[in-house]
């Protein structure tokens, strides 16, 4: 249950968010893995590509030395020069801007780890941003081997669609067995998790592929 001090602040409410929450985001991020593993699980290695990626990274960072095994939503050990606490996870920007009068408030008694508390932000803003790291691809066989270092996310397309055999040089196709060109997609929607779906590379997914490189 929330402390007290965390039910008095309307601020608190989950009604605030409209990019990025702390404990639902993290939630979602397992959520997640366990749809890439029931992927894996449903496809075969051998004859599927598997491609893990996101649209962008948020505002988000880990911050303050916890100690091992201290809940990630829980509070650093260490003060600020106010001698106030602050969270381990904070956002860069966003609707968690709470300092008044030069002062932020004091959370030694709030329930940071509660699902709708508001992380601290660094910025005012109505809503928090996306962040600017480069997204993360990661790749299983078949043809993993294409996505490696840095790529323009432009790059993913035309690769997806030479391992479904789509369009150009398709020499590498050649004698592999038609149930051999599956692609299976796995990906982040608009902050929201998406269910992995097998795609045999005839069909919609890499249709559409073939559309974007005319």
């Not at 790529?151 to 590498?172: F, N």
């Not at 060109?181 to 608009?190: F, G, S, V």
């Amino acid at each position: 249950m929330p402390s007290a001090s965390s039910t008095k602040n309307p601020s608190d409410s989950s009604s605030w968010c409209k990019g990025h929450h702390a404990s639902r985001g993290l939630h979602e991020t397992v959520a997640f893995d366990n749809d890439v593993a029931k992927g894996l699980e449903l496809t075969n290695e051998e004859e599927t590509l598997t491609l893990l990626t996101a649209g962008h990274s948020h505002a988000f960072t880990f911050n303050g030395y916890p100690f091992r095994g201290q809940s990630i939503l829980g509070k650093s050990p260490l003060y600020g020069k106010d001698m106030l606490p602050h969270t381990t996870v904070m956002y860069g920007n966003g609707p968690g801007y709470k300092v008044v009068d030069n002062k932020r408030p004091d959370s030694h008694k709030v329930d940071t780890k509660w699902k709708d508390y508001m992380q601290l932000s660094a910025v005012p803003r109505d809503t928090e941003t996306h962040g600017g790291e480069d997204v993360v691809v990661l790749a299983r066989v078949p043809m993993a081997h294409l996505f490696h270092w840095v790529q323009e996310q432009s790059y993913l397309a035309h690769a997806m669609a030479y391992t479904g055999c789509v369009r150009w040089d398709l020499r590498h196709c050649e004698g592999r067995p038609q149930h051999t060109n599956r692609i299976l997609i796995t990906t982040t929607a608009d902050d929201r998790n998406s269910a992995p779906s097998q795609v045999p590379s005839i069909s919609l997914g890499t249709a559409l592929l073939a559309a974007l490189l005319q």
